[in-house]
């Protein structure tokens, strides 16, 4: 009990998960009933430093297409991510902090997006935004890719 305790006081903490294993043994008196549980019990932790608390999704982005996969991509390649990024990412969401985008905003985005592109643009700006996300979990700089959630697979116009 003291853990629990000391887990709920603890600032690195975001989310505490208590998941029921076992019922060991029940017993029954005339003013208890008390149970003993075997737990699993799952901490979250914060981001120790916050180091990418106040990072915009455009300062991410683009630190990981210069670092990380200009590295990787052939020269067009490369132009044409830096182009998806510049005008359909940038201009959605490049303003939020990348700790704090959520699955909404990136599909509301995407949604935004089929109004005046074709399908190959909403699925390249899907693919880009994902594989950044992706990279952001691997790194541990999030907890999870907001971008496994969204749908973008309806073709423009049906």
Known sequence: MNTILSLLSDDNVNKIIVEKQNVINTSITEDKKS????L???VEYANPDNTHKSISVEQYIKNWLYNVKANELKPASFDRKEQTIKYQIIPYIGQR????LT???VQEMINALKKDYSFSTIKKTYEC???CLKYAVKRRDLPFNVAESV???QKHGT
Not at 97 to 100: F, G, Q, V
């Open 35 to 38: 149970i003993r549980l075997d």
């Open 103 to 105: 699955a909404d905003e």
């Open 129 to 131: 935004i994902n594989s």
């Open 151 to 153: 749908n973008y697979t």
């Open 40 to 42: 699993q019990i799952c």
């Open 97 to 100: 902090s990348i700790t704090d």
